[in-house]
């Protein structure tokens, strides 16, 4: 009897500006067997960014590619593009990549670009979303997957996480939780893109096994596999 031959593990190029806590989520995720990717390149914009010495750990490929070095934004992506169209990615992951990029480098690799943001979107997009979730009064916050499009944390999202604000919380503990609940679902969220169900439709819905997501999967108030 004929047996199917397994998927082909989907090469993936990670971008990154600093710790890479989620970029160590995902090599962790390589190599448990739990997802089918292989990260052919970690780019970060800066030299120092911890993230790299990560990927250098699990023998993966990495290049400093810094905006320092060109003269507008534009340029910059220009090169990032070129970079990354040498690994020939099916996915491009943004894991703290801290640069806002251009409608040319997001349509070049439309529907197959993810984001992970420490909100509940479309609450907070842009920085400082711990604190600004504190001074809101807000009783829950937590992160967001979505596909990136031209609207700054505004493409359509895919997972979410929930925690609690307590009593005598600062942004700094806030943000660990938040960032431990991201660990969970940045891996998630890639292994769905990987095995076929998640994708960006032509009218830009996000879609999981065919169906569109009117609202994010809720990890906190769902199994999730």
């Known amino acids: 009897m004929a047996v199917d031959a397994p998927r082909p593990r989907l090469p993936v190029v990670v ?5 890479g806590s989620n970029l160590q989520a995902l090599i962790d995720g390589c190599q448990a067997g739990e997802l089918a990717i292989d990260i052919r390149l970690v780019v970060s914009n800066r030299a120092d960014a911890y993230g790299l010495t990560r990927a250098a750990s699990a023998g993966i490929t990495t290049r400093v590619l ?3 070095d060109f003269g507008s934004r534009v340029e910059y992506d220009q090169a990032l593009a070129t970079l990354l169209g040498g690994f020939a990615p099916g996915l491009v992951i943004l894991a703290g990549f801290m640069r806002i990029l251009t409608p040319a480098f997001v349509a070049r690799f439309r529907g ?3 984001n992970i943001h420490p909100s509940l979107l479309p609450k907070y997009p842009g920085l400082h979303t711990h604190q600004r979730a504190l ?3 807000d009783s829950e916050h937590g992160a967001t997957v979505h596909f990136v499009t031209e609207a ?3 493409g359509p999202p895919v997972l979410q996480a929930r925690v609690p604000v307590l009593p005598g919380d600062d942004a700094g503990r806030l943000a ?4 431990a609940q991201e660990h969970r679902l940045y891996p998630l969220a890639v292994r769905w893109f990987a095995a076929g169900r998640l994708r960006l439709d032509g009218t830009g819905r996000a879609l999981l096994d065919g169906r569109a997501l009117d609202a994010p999967v809720d990890l906190t108030r769902t199994a999730g596999d």
């Not at 971008?15 to 710790?19: F, H, Q, R, T």
């Not at 660990?176 to 960032?179: D, M, N, P, S, T």
């Open 112 to 114: 197959r670009m993810l």
């Open 66 to 68: 810094s905006h320092k």
């Open 135 to 137: 001074a809101a009064g």
């Open 176 to 179: 660990a939780r938040v960032l």
């Open 152 to 154: 700054l944390d505004g």
């Open 15 to 19: 971008l990154i500006s600093g710790g």
